[in-house]
């Protein structure tokens, strides 16, 4: 039997032992998982090496067979092999053994959740005891301060009357004092009973929870040993093998299957040349040459005449004579000559059937004076629009938007000496711009007035940075021009009106305007507002109010948090196709602490555990919390709502070290989890968009509209800080605009400002952005616009947290969502 540790030491002035201990019974289940998820790992090691041992032995198998070392390559080809076997034979136990461990890990959730519902009268128990201290705490110092007073009156020869009346509330002090002392001590006695059984209950189940665990890691050491056992074996038999490979084994091997026989050659006599025989076939004729395919007619024989030797050993073909017969040359396959006895090239036969039908065809008789010949096809190149060229396709803007990307946090993101105003301000980079390469006219990294965009067409997405790697670099406007030219009057037309993929109430018509805008720069409207972009890529993290003084909290306090919630809206809009239009939405929570509050965790060996609800996560489609600091039952059914909470022994040891490195900060902001919010598509967007061009040699027209969408919203309010940026090129001279753009003749970009766009606006949120630009170098490129704008007050996604448990409080609830990459295309 085991000592009853859990019974004997998690009391404590506070009672905040049942919370440390539930808390610790589910990261057992933590545990499990991470223990899961480490034999998985190692089967994928295993498998890994496997397949690679295979394919060495298959390589080994491949290597040259010539030679005398040539046997040993299947002695190395059958032990790779084997050892290749072991590894799999690893992965399939340790497999097997993930199933083991998955099915405890589903049993161990619910007896998790029977416990919570057996140990629910005892957290009962608990805060009813921690209420009723801290109540009896107030109706003590009340009782004495009531006490005391009339003793002073008396002392003092107050009036009977005074004396009389501090006596009357004296006594309900003692009254109210006793009560909530016989209160506690039912409390108490309560509060021991249940907390005896429930100790001892939470030892129970770490002490199955730690067999079970140590059973499983026996089976896992097990399986490996076995594995090196094998793998032991299989080198053992590798090494006999060699040892049995001779050098003269394979000496004789070679001999044996590469030998090209025992005979020596025999000796050859004088043999006296017999001039009868050789005189009698001797028939004089004229010679016929016959021409080697592809030689020259310049490589003639000048011999012409033949010994009857030569004649007889042709007739004979090559063996001694009268062993064959005559050879009929009348009705043999013998090429056709010319008069010069070349050969003539038959008409019906291509050149392949030659080669294969003649005895020289062999690469060694060809002629390495003739070239050879080679048949070369070129298809010609499809023509391509250079318009089109450089412009991405849906796949690749795909590339861009979709594949912005959560990345899990591995330690806490903090920010110190920031006050809890600092924490209500967005970390937003000074423009869009981005050095990193891009594509479709630097469609990534759009910078007011930064260069023009380009025709790059590199199908490249670049990776995206971390969620909380800021953009260095701050846009400064550039100067003011010394003189402003004048440009004529002018309408702006020629922009056929197309529907729209959303109806604004009102239609806008084509409006006159009076003198044109002038092409100057922004006087005192730098590039977008270094206080309202943001980037998909760093996504901001807000804050909170100040609360009580960070250097005044004490321990018996509600400790004061605050809760930061903000989210990035990226889209791109194609067309008036409200189909091809690409959402993606993401977000951060973020907590402030004060300073104090350190103090507080730093004198309690045992602080309540932090402990909070995510509520309404249902449109949330992926959550990554801080996982060096948070917690979570992984066993929670509620789709609407998962349960965090804190490591408390990580935030301190976290915060601590914070202060240590910047003692004079007054708050800290640690992010928390990340989030992935489900869309559904242009629906999902705070506002639609649908831009038009149209490109002459001497003008370009554009219209932009736009409209507010509230649906998008849990609760609609009004998009502040509101800018549209369109690069245009082929050398603009004038511009004319509605309403009114900065234009940038350095860096060919126009720029519209716009007042707060909600359903309080004109025409609802809807209106047209119109341009007409006069060029002296056209025609232009339509171009990729973007957009930003921000909103206060609410998230896109309805996201909300809760503070559960005592000893914390939350001090204010900041939200807010901002555009990341917000663009149209025609």
């Avoid at 059937?353 to 690469?363: H, P, W």
């Avoid at 005044?552 to 791109?572: C, G, K, M, R, W």
Wanted: glycine letters at 6%; hydrophobic letters at 30%.
């Amino acid at each position: 039997m085991i000592t009853p540790y859990f019974l004997e030491n998690f009391w404590g002035e506070k009672n905040n032992g049942f919370d440390v201990l539930y808390h610790n019974m589910k990261h057992g289940q933590i545990s499990s998982k991470e223990l899961t998820d480490f034999i998985r790992e190692r089967a994928t090691i295993e498998e890994v090496y496997a397949r690679s041992m295979t394919k060495l032995a298959k390589s080994a198998g491949n290597f040259s067979q010539l030679g005398t070392f040539a046997p040993v390559w299947d002695v190395f080809k059958m032990s790779t092999e084997k050892l290749a076997s072991c590894h799999l034979e690893l992965v399939r136990k340790l497999q097997e053994l993930i199933k083991d461990v998955q099915k405890y890990v589903d049993d161990q959730a619910k007896v998790h959740k029977k416990t919570k519902e057996e140990v629910a009268s005892t957290n009962g128990a608990v805060q009813t005891i921690q209420t009723t201290g801290v109540a009896l705490q107030k109706s003590k110092e009340n009782y004495n301060a009531k006490t005391v007073d009339q003793e002073r009156l008396r002392k003092e020869g107050a009036t009977q009357r005074e004396v009389d009346k501090a006596g009357v509330k004296a006594k309900k002090a003692t009254e109210a004092y006793k009560g909530l002392v016989e209160k506690y001590a039912t409390a108490k006695s309560e509060f021991e009973q249940k907390m005896a059984e429930t100790a001892q209950k939470f030892q129970n189940i770490e002490e199955s929870h730690i067999v079970h665990m140590k059973d499983i890691i026996q089976s896992y050491a097990q399986s490996v040993d076995e594995t090196h056992v094998q793998i032991g074996e299989v080198h053992t038999e590798f090494l006999g093998n060699m040892e049995n490979t001779s050098v003269e084994g394979l000496i004789q091997k070679l001999s044996e299957s590469k030998g090209t026989g025992k005979e020596r050659p025999g000796p050859i006599e004088f043999e006296e040349c017999n001039t009868a025989i050789a005189t009698e076939g001797a028939k004089p004729r004229k010679r016929k040459t016959y021409a080697f395919p592809g030689r020259r007619k310049d490589n003639k024989d000048t011999d012409s005449t033949e010994s009857t030797e030569v004649e007889a050993a042709n007739n004979a073909n090559g063996a001694p004579p009268g062993y064959y017969g005559t050879i009929d040359f009348q009705n043999a396959n013998v090429p056709t000559v010319d008069e010069d006895g070349f050969c003539i090239r038959p008409e019906d036969r291509n050149e392949n059937d030659a080669k294969e039908n003649s005895f020289y065809s062999s690469s060694d008789s060809e002629d390495e004076d003739e070239p050879r010949k080679f048949r070369v096809e070129i298809k010609p190149v499809a023509p391509n629009n250079g318009t089109h060229q450089s412009r991405a396709t849906i796949d690749e803007l795909k590339a861009s938007i979709g594949n912005i990307s959560l990345s899990p946090p591995t330690t806490g993101q903090m920010r110190r000496n920031q006050s809890s105003d600092e924490l209500g301000k967005t970390r937003i980079p000074a423009s869009f711009n981005d050095s990193r390469p891009a594509f479709n006219n630097d469609l990534l990294s759009l910078d007011p007035f930064g260069p023009t965009l380009g025709g790059s067409s590199s199908s490249t997405v670049p990776a995206l940075a971390r969620p909380n790697t800021p953009l260095a670099g701050a846009l400064v406007p550039p100067p003011r021009p010394s003189s402003r030219p004048k440009l004529p009057t002018g309408k702006l037309t020629g922009i056929t009106e197309i529907v729209r993929p959303f109806s604004p109430p009102k239609t806008l018509s084509n409006a006159s305007l009076p003198l044109a805008a002038p092409l100057a720069r922004a006087e005192s409207s730098s590039s977008l507002s270094s206080t309202a972009s943001l980037s998909a890529s760093n996504t901001p993290t807000v804050g909170t109010s100040r609360g009580p003084s960070p250097v005044t909290l004490a321990s018996q306090d509600a400790l004061p948090i605050a809760v930061a919630f903000t989210e990035s809206v990226n889209a791109y809009f194609k067309g008036a196709d409200p189909t091809k239009c690409i959402v993606k939405i993401t977000g951060d929570m973020t907590l402030s602490f004060p300073m104090g509050i350190i103090k507080v965790f730093t004198s309690n060996p045992s602080p309540a555990v932090l402990t909070f609800k995510l509520k309404s996560t249902s449109k949330l489609e992926q959550i990554l919390p801080n996982q060096t600091l948070l917690f979570s039952d992984p066993s929670q059914s509620d789709t609407n709502t998962k349960d965090f909470w804190f490591n408390m022994q990580a935030l301190t040891s976290y915060l601590r070290k914070a202060s240590e490195q910047n003692p004079a900060a007054s708050y800290y902001n640690v992010d928390i989890l990340k989030y992935q919010v489900s869309s559904n598509g242009i629906q999902s967007t705070p506002l639609n968009l649908a831009v038009y061009w149209k490109c002459t040699p001497t003008t370009t027209d554009l219209r932009l509209d736009y409209r507010y969408n509230p649906e998008s919203m849990l609760c609609p309010g009004p998009l502040s800080n509101v800018q549209v940026l369109v690069p245009v090129d082929g050398e603009v001279i004038n511009m004319q605009s509605l309403p009114n753009a900065v234009w940038n003749s350095e860096l060919n970009k126009s720029l519209w400002k716009l007042s707060d766009i909600s359903e309080k606006s004109d025409n609802e949120g809807s209106g047209s952005l119109r341009a007409k630009f006069e060029l002296s170098d056209g025609p232009s490129t339509p171009t990729t616009l973007a957009v930003q704008f921000m909103s206060e007050g609410s998230t896109l996604s309805g996201v909300d947290m809760e503070l559960l448990g005592a000893g914390y409080r939350l001090s204010l609830n900041k939200k807010r969502f901002a555009t990341g990459r917000y663009m149209a295309d025609c």
